[in-house]
């Protein structure tokens, strides 16, 4: 982070389910990021140990009972941010970082990201991966999702997706409720630029594992594809 930023203004939301196999490594990477006062993990329904690892990674966790998506688990982390920053008396509410849980020892990287914000030169900042990892895919998604913010508000991010972003408190409550689950960042980046905020993209050295071409990275996709059309058609 950048020498004028100030300690403690940043706080890491990581919506997790199933991920205990990277999410102890991400939370330990994710807190070491210059400026981030804590983690706050959002369990969304694991059927696996990711809760108790990610609180023994040092995290502050909290579990939904089922799988509700992730737009529901980033307003959940907002929230407990915010009871946070009214527990401390704080005069200005800290910044909110988005990262996913499989970035594991990456996710030391994110600091990037948070500048911006800090400087007071963007309202939303959004992740460009310096590597693209091929992920099994075939585009659709992303190019549904950045060609349907293209329509919505004259700019199509690199990468309409990235779920790894950086905002204020102000530009996050201007965008509730968020577009239902995978719809989140597409709902998310259209919502701000029509209330005229500024979102800057930022390039960082982050990865993601590879999701495959298996039926379960298939089923993910689908679902993908639902919710970000769903987030179009509501924004239409």
């Known amino acids: 982070m950048s020498a004028g930023s100030r300690s403690g203004d940043v706080a890491v939301i990581i919506p997790a389910r199933d991920e205990a196999d990277r999410i102890q490594e991400t939370v ?10 804590f983690v706050v993990v959002v369990d969304d329904g694991s059927r696996d140990a990711t809760s108790a ?35 401390e008396d704080r005069h200005s509410p800290r910044h909110l970082l988005f990262l996913d849980a499989d970035l ?12 911006p914000v800090l400087a007071g030169t963007a309202d939303m900042t959004i992740a460009v991966f310096s590597a ?3 992920l099994g895919g075939h585009g659709l998604v992303v190019g549904l999702a950045g060609a349907g913010i293209r329509r919505a508000t004259g ?5 309409p997706l990235n779920g790894q972003r950086c ?16 719809g989140a960042e597409t709902g998310l980046t259209i919502d701000l630029l029509r209330q005229g905020l500024r979102v800057t ?17 298939q089923l993910h996709r689908a679902h993908q594809l639902a919710d970000v059309a769903l987030a179009l058609a509501v924004r239409h």
């Open 28 to 37: 330990t990477a994710a807190a070491g990021i210059g400026a981030v006062a």
């Open 53 to 87: 690892l990610a609180r023994g990674a040092g995290a502050i966790v909290t579990r939904h009972a089922r799988n509700r998506g992730k737009g529901a688990a980033m307003e959940t982390g907002a929230e407990v941010v915010r009871l946070a920053d009214q527990r």
């Open 104 to 115: 594991a020892g990456t996710a030391a990287l994110a600091g990037p990201l948070a500048e």
């Open 132 to 134: 693209v990892v091929k």
């Open 155 to 159: 700019w199509r991010p690199a990468q």
């Open 167 to 182: 905002l204020t408190r102000a530009a996050f409550e201007a965008a509730r409720p968020l577009a239902r689950g995978w």
């Open 201 to 217: 993209e930022v390039q960082v050295d982050l990865a993601h594992r590879a999701t495959g071409t298996g039926l379960p990275a």
